[in-house]
């Protein structure tokens, strides 16, 4: 259905802006509306999100996206997968990131070195 960040970020935007029509919902994920419509259409159905009509000035029928009680177990799980996640990719760039710095150190040094031992002539 949807990768664990865009899964994430849908249910805390409907969980913060339930109001959101699929549209805005899409460009704010950056997916299409038609991926929105069945990923939502996937919430409801697993009883994680329920879908209800509103009168809207501009929109004469439009629909409001609120988490059920499922849906907010779901979300928090989500969140910790996504935290994990997360903190892993940190760890990994953290890692090569000081390898980075030594092996620039290094290149530094030997390059100080040859500066010193021959120098330009």
Do not use: H, W
């Amino acid at each position: 259905m949807l990768d664990e960040q865009t899964r994430y970020r849908l249910l805390k935007l409907l969980e913060a802006n339930p109001e959101l029509s699929q549209r805005q919902l899409a460009q704010a994920l950056g997916i299409s509306v038609g991926k929105v419509n069945f990923c939502l259409n996937a919430l409801i159905e697993r009883g994680l999100v329920k879908a209800r009509n509103f009168r809207n000035s501009r929109n004469k029928l439009a629909y409001m996206y609120f988490l059920t009680p499922a849906g907010f177990e779901e979300k928090a799980r989500v969140s910790l997968r996504y935290l994990k996640q997360k903190l892993q990719e940190y760890e990994t760039l953290r890692s090569e990131i000081e390898e980075l710095q030594v092996e620039a150190r290094r290149m530094s040094e030997a390059s100080v070195d040859a500066l010193r031992e021959g120098g330009p002539r």
